[in-house]
Nanobody
Framework: QVQLVESGGGLVQPGGSLRLACAAS????????MGWYRQAPGKERDLVATITSTGITNYADFVKGRFTISRDNAKNTVYLQMNSLKPEDTAVYYC??????????????WGQGTQVTVSS
């Protein structure tokens, strides 16, 4: 059984910073891409950032220059450093990972989500 567990959400003032973490555990052979998505109330889930197993990153335009995604392959963990936060960044942030449970079988897994609220 595979689990993705997120941590690091919370309440922060505009202009502040937060660091999210997502650790994958369980029957994992290897991990390909990992990423973060977010969903605000009444809106669709949007991609925030992704990172491949070799460190190639991709960002949504609305976070470029403010957010940084990174990963620790030894710990099966992906991070999202969020700086210069704005009220419009308020959302539930979800971790996503493409995991191989055998050399030939892969699935996409989601975390349970962590709330980020940016407000004064």
């Amino acid at each position: 059984q595979v689990q993705l567990v997120e941590s690091g959400g919370g309440l922060v003032q505009p202009g502040g910073s937060l660091r999210l973490a997502c650790a994958a555990s369980g029957n994992i052979f290897s991990i390909s891409s990992m990423g973060w998505y977010r969903q605000a109330p009444g809106k669709e889930r949007d991609l925030v950032a992704t990172i491949t197993s070799t460190g190639i990153t991709n960002y949504a335009d609305f976070v470029k220059g403010r957010f940084t995604i990174s990963r620790d392959n030894a710990k099966n963990t992906v991070y999202l450093q969020m700086n210069s936060l704005k009220p419009e960044d308020t959302a539930v942030y979800y971790c996503n990972a493409g995991l191989f449970i055998t050399p030939l079988r892969s699935y996409v897994y989601w975390g349970q989500g962590t709330q980020v609220t940016v407000s004064s």
